[in-house]
């Protein structure tokens, strides 16, 4: 499947033009069916982003927020994607708008996943917009080369719901949406910023095994064409 790539000056342009796509998107899935869900991915790379898209205006009340995936950790630990939303995103004009946590506290992982999987059930048939990021080793969510569970992550029969994953390169134990619950997504966007990630672009769309480069997972089978925002 091609993918759409957009392309910007620089960072800031990137995360104002981000920021608009997603808005119409969201105000179309208002206007379509009364709500309208995002799923957000972590890193540093969507801040700007997150703070243009708090201001949009936006029926936010009627919005809700999730992630793609999260870490193993409370949401005070400053390696939380959930921290990250809700200091970036959840401000401004997006106060209003409803958000749903990955991480839940208790004994494992795997528990967590489990009620995660509950709480998202009816936000995710499918989302409106999921933003996707990529890892120089060609990770999206947290489907890791090498992944504890990768494989049933990137199955299409896999069920809609949120798994466990551990990899070498995740550190903490992690929590991740399956492949379908992402890849039908209405607007389904991978945010890259810089020449590097550009390059691992340009590896993952040729041939290769997506268990070397899960991103590829994405870009081939999605239900729709993957929109690509970029800048150097």
């Known amino acids: 499947m091609t993918a759409k790539l957009n392309s910007f000056d620089n960072g800031a342009a990137l995360a104002e033009g981000l920021a608009a796509r997603v808005a119409d998107a ?10 309208a869900s995002l799923a957000v991915s972590g890193g540093s790379t969507p801040k700007a982003f997150f703070k243009a898209l708090s201001s949009a205006e936006i029926d936010w009340p009627k919005v809700t927020v999730t992630l793609v995936d999260e870490r193993f950790v409370p949401p005070e630990n400053d390696r939380s994607n959930h921290k990250l939303v809700a200091e970036n995103l959840l401000q401004n004009a997006a106060k209003a708008a409803a958000f749903v946590p990955l991480y839940h506290a208790g004994e494992t992982a ?16 499918p989302f409106d917009v999921a933003i996707l990021g990529m890892g120089t080793d060609g990770h999206t969510a947290s ?3 090498g992944g504890s569970r990768l494989v049933e992550a990137l199955d299409p ?20 949406f399956t492949f379908s619950a992402l890849a039908d997504a209405r607007l389904l966007v991978l945010h890259i910023e810089g020449n590097g990630k550009k390059d691992v ?25 993957v929109e690509i ?4």
């Open 26 to 35: 969201l105000s179309a899935g208002i206007q379509a069916r009364g709500r």
């Open 110 to 125: 795997e528990h967590a996943a489990q009620d995660a999987t509950e709480a998202t059930a009816d936000i995710c048939q």
């Open 143 to 145: 489907f890791f080369p």
């Open 157 to 176: 029969a896999t069920a809609r719901s949120v798994i466990t994953m551990e990899a070498e390169g995740a550190g903490e134990p992690r929590l991740t």
């Open 201 to 225: 672009l340009a590896k993952a769309e040729a041939e290769g095994p997506e268990a070397d480069m899960p991103i590829r997972a994405m870009l081939r089978r999605a239900a729709s064409p």
């Open 229 to 232: 925002y970029w800048a150097p």
